[in-house]
């Protein structure tokens, strides 16, 4: 498979960034978990493919672009459609099914069918689960970082009590990653964007 470049990426979401506040929000963050996993990766005896690992990172919030009004605006009240959005992003520009899945397979620690249902969220109903390690990998470094105004570092124990919230095999199914890629050093991040740690 044909992996895109960081540089054929960036260009990507310049193209379907509304402004360039989106751009700076959404791209900044994907960088970011681009490079916790890259360093959970390193640090760990996986096999997964780190190329796969840092495309896949790049991409997976690109949905988010789909989800600004003409005003610049972000719609927070159907932020649960952005990974829906982003693989049509992908299939819309040609990528492969394996990239286009890290967009709608990274949300919280993966949606499912009954998720969809007992939660009423409006997406189709269908399963939304990382299933292999690149795409396992992704979806726990995602977990790190928060596009929230401001951006945020998220420390370990602040993503498990976010989790929680949404049941408590959420929490344990984090924990399990937790256990497998242990927890990354996020204060060289602080530093370099100026971001504060929960
Ligand atoms: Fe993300």
């Known amino acids: ?76 009240a159907h932020y649960i459609r952005h990974g829906v959005l982003g693989r049509e992003v992908l299939t819309e520009e ?13 949300t919280g620690v993966g949606i ?11 997406i189709p109903e269908a399963d939304y689960l990382a299933e292999s390690e690149e795409e396992q990998l992704v979806m726990f470094a995602d977990k790190f970082h928060s596009k929230s105004e401001p951006s945020r570092l998220v420390s370990a124990p602040t993503a498990a009590d976010r989790l929680r919230r949404f049941g408590e095999e959420k929490e344990l199914l984090f924990k399990t990653l937790l256990d497998r890629y242990g927890e990354p050093d996020l204060r060289p991040f602080q530093e370099r964007y100026g971001h504060v740690l929960v």
Not at 13 to 26: I, L, Q, S
Not at 94 to 106: I, K, M
Not at 112 to 118: F, K, L, M, S
């Open 1 to 76: 498979m044909q992996v895109p470049s960081d540089d054929e990426i960036r260009a990507l979401h310049a193209k379907h960034a509304p402004t360039p506040e989106a751009f700076d929000r959404v791209y900044t963050h994907c960088v970011i978990v681009a490079d916790i996993a890259g360093r959970l990766l390193a640090d760990s005896n996986s096999a997964a493919d780190p190329a796969l690992v840092r495309a896949g990172s790049l991409l997976h919030d690109i949905g988010v672009y789909r989800l600004y009004n003409a005003a610049g605006t972000l719609d927070h």
């Open 94 to 106: 040609g990528l492969p099914e394996a990239l286009c899945r890290f967009c709608s397979c990274h």
């Open 112 to 122: 499912t069918r009954e998720d969809v249902r007992t939660q009423d969220l409006p």
